[in-house]
């Protein structure tokens, strides 16, 4: 329970963070936060318009739509979340260096607030994902309400692994490269752009030890499918959330000791 007493003990602080951090990506611009809406907006559109009207791509009536569009966008989104937070949090202790050496700061939260930016823009592109098949007609489930359970395992799998990067990346600076790296290649043996179908019985073993996939494919499976995810699939979600939060968390609190003498 430390973890979670000490999120819960730290809300207004992380929160504060969150506001800064959202404020600072659109400070100077004319439409401020409107560009969270007009990024997803402008990608869903570009979608649509390269796969259905120019490649004419289409998946099969099993994927709960025949748009890959729709069912690229509803992939992305907790996909963009999930390496957002990770890759922002390798230099998110370095960047706030002069919290770490000055005062006695809560130095946990910091790869947080990057894992809630992400989670936020997230929500914003789920609303227009929502919206888009409200407009085409697309039956919902009253499943879809399961959705905030899915999206605190997401939380739990994020801040868990962004803990464990945030605090090796001040110990082992070139970490932040290798993490881009890792995220360009684990994108690709996620079934985002492409459906699941289409992998080798010879390597599905990847899809049981990837818990991107179990992320992704409840999303699509409520959302798109108007069904509950496969039970194996929401078990290694599950599992995968809670083993990598607590190992996380355990991680950070063990090398943050060491932090001011490094940093």
């Not at 998110?92 to 947080?112: D, M, W």
């Not at 409520?222 to 509950?228: E, W």
């Amino acid at each position: 329970m430390g973890p979670v007493l000490g999120l819960y003990r730290h809300g207004a602080l992380i929160k504060n963070f969150v506001k800064r951090d959202l404020q600072a990506r659109y400070k100077g611009s004319a439409i401020g936060l409107f560009w969270s809406v007009v990024h997803p907006l402008t990608m869903l559109v570009l979608y649509t318009y390269v796969f259905s009207a120019i490649l004419r791509v289409r998946v099969g009536a099993a994927e709960g739509t025949g748009s890959f569009a729709i069912y690229l966008f509803c992939g992305l989104l907790p996909w963009n979340a999930f390496a957002e937070g990770v890759n922002r949090s390798t230099g998110v202790i370095l960047e706030h260096a002069n919290l770490i050496k000055r005062t006695i700061f809560p130095s946990e939260i910091l790869p947080i607030y990057p894992v809630v930016s992400g989670i936020f823009n997230q929500l914003v592109g789920l609303v227009i994902l929502l919206v888009a098949l409200l407009v085409t007609a697309h039956p919902f489930s009253p499943l879809i309400l399961i959705l905030p359970l899915i999206l605190l395992l997401q939380f739990g799998l994020t801040v868990g692994l962004a803990w464990i990067v945030a605090g090796i990346t001040v110990f082992v600076r070139d970490l932040g490269q290798v993490c881009g790296m890792v995220m360009t290649i684990w994108v690709f043996l996620t079934p985002i752009f492409y459906p699941p179908d289409l992998i080798p019985e010879r390597l599905r073993f990847i899809l049981v030890i990837n818990p991107m996939y179990a992320l992704v494919e409840s999303y699509r499976s409520l959302i798109l499918k108007g069904q509950l995810p496969p039970s194996g699939t929401l078990a290694t979600l599950v599992g995968f959330s809670l083993v990598v939060f607590l190992l996380g968390y355990r991680v950070f609190a063990r090398v943050q000791k060491a932090f001011a003498d490094v940093i």
